[in-house]
Nanobody, 129 residues
Framework: QVQLVESGGNLVEPGGSLRLSCAAS??????????IGWFRQAPGKEREGVSC????????TYADSVKGRFTISRDNFENMAYLQMNSLKPEDTAVYYC????????????????????WGQGTQVTVSS
């Protein structure tokens, strides 16, 4: 069965950086055929989309709140996805999740959570001084 494991979350001061990782296993197809999304959920709030990347890296999308600060990437050989987060703010504090969805459409990438079929357990990011 599909398993996603996020890691890299930590306590960091405002202005700091973190790199989140998402390791995938048990996939039905090669990793290259999965669109990947990063989402986050703060206490008392809905899960919101942060960034996504389509197959073949054709399409990349960022939420307005993280544009210019976060960078999504993937390694199809290692079945890994990453979220580099710079200039972190207290409002970035949340549990961060990765999700995947099988697709053959090269530019299919969305920040709509229902698009994704499988999710990891999340990793906590806390931005505080």
């Amino acid at each position: 069965q599909v398993q996603l494991v996020e890691s890299g979350g930590n306590l960091v001061e405002p202005g700091g950086s973190l790199r989140l990782s998402c390791a995938a296993s048990g996939l039905k197809l090669d990793y290259q055929y999965y669109a990947i999304g990063w989402f986050r959920q703060a206490p008392g709030k809905e899960r919101e989309g942060v960034s996504c990347i389509s197959i073949n890296d054709v399409s990349v999308t960022y939420a307005d709140s993280v544009k210019g600060r976060f960078t999504i990437s993937r390694d199809n050989f290692e079945n890994m996805a990453y979220l580099q987060m710079n200039s972190l703010k207290p409002e970035d504090t949340a549990v961060y999740y990765c999700g995947i969805h099988i697709t053959t459409l090269p530019n299919q990438c969305t920040l709509v959570k229902n698009f994704y079929d499988d999710w990891g357990q999340g990793t906590q990011v806390t931005v505080s001084s």
